[in-house]
């Protein structure tokens, strides 16, 4: 059953408001995540001046096409195309590196289902299992190499079982259930980042000081050496040009008996040396 009209409007009211509210968001996919989990985040972020709104891609970009239309030109605009899917929001004014946090940290592990996509790969460990002598039949079908040890299977190598993008299959399902292992871990997919109008991808609050500060230095590094090279002096290439003037100065020093200073004496002494 969908919505009613009068919870439709709320919807909108409420979408808009968000979007008016916050200048910074999160895109999220939210395949495999079931409600408790959902709670769980909320939680979590309860403190943080951050909202969660979940909705189906078609009413959210109805909203955002309404709500351009209704403020022509407005930035969030750019968030419409990343509209598609099972996807979400978490709109926020706090910062985005300790939202982000909290939303990697609320994840939970989950079994390998028959037709799931491997988000990882799988390695099955070498040790004991719980399993029995006579079930070494199922392992050799799957090529898996073992020996029986007090009178339990136990399997002699790590076995590469399935590789990030495979589908699991019904023997691979029905192995790790044998085993007890829950290999795949489900929370919120972070997306992409809306900021104040610039869309761009969560891998950029990876970015600390040092690679700033590295880039920055580099980019210095750059306009310098095309200044020099073209003549044009810029704030990068003074210290740069200070520096050659000097050199020049000191070897004009160093060649001429009549003509010195301070700075350039020590040199003079070193070469008559």
């Known amino acids: 059953m969908g919505m009613s009209k009068e919870r439709k409007a709320e919807y909108f009211e409420r979408m808009e408001e968000l979007i008016n509210k916050y200048s910074k968001l999160f895109i999220v996919g939210v395949d495999n995540v079931g409600s408790k989990q959902m709670q769980q985040i909320r939680l979590g972020l309860r403190n943080m001046d951050t909202v969660v709104l979940m909705g189906k891609n078609t009413m959210m970009r109805r909203i955002v096409n309404n709500y351009l239309e209704a403020n022509p030109g407005h930035k969030f605009g750019n968030v419409l195309p990343l509209i598609k899917g099972n996807v979400g929001f978490v709109f926020t004014n706090s910062d985005l590196g300790e939202v982000r946090t909290v939303l990697q940290e609320n994840v939970v592990p989950a079994p390998a289902r028959v037709g799931a996509i491997a988000p ?154």
């Open 120 to 273: 990882v790969d799988v390695v099955v460990p070498p040790g004991p299992t719980e399993c029995d002598p006579g079930q070494t039949a199922f392992f050799q079908t799957l090529q898996i190499a073992t020996k029986i040890v007090k009178g339990k299977i136990e399997i002699t190598s790590p076995v590469e079982l399935l590789k990030q993008g495979d589908k699991v299959g019904n023997s691979e399902a029905v192995l790790l259930q044998k085993l007890d292992i829950r290999p795949f871990t489900y929370g919120l997919q972070l997306e992409a980042i809306y900021d104040n109008g610039n869309v761009f991808s969560p891998a950029v609050l990876d970015i600390g000081d040092e690679e700033l500060k590295g880039g920055f230095f580099a980019a210095l590094g750059n306009i310098a050496g095309l200044s020099l090279a073209t003549n044009i002096t810029t704030m990068a290439s003074v210290p740069h040009s200070m520096a050659n003037a000097f050199k020049t100065l000191v070897s004009i020093a160093v060649e001429c008996d009549e003509f010195s200073f301070d700075k350039a004496d020590a040199y003079k002494a070193a070469v008559k040396a």
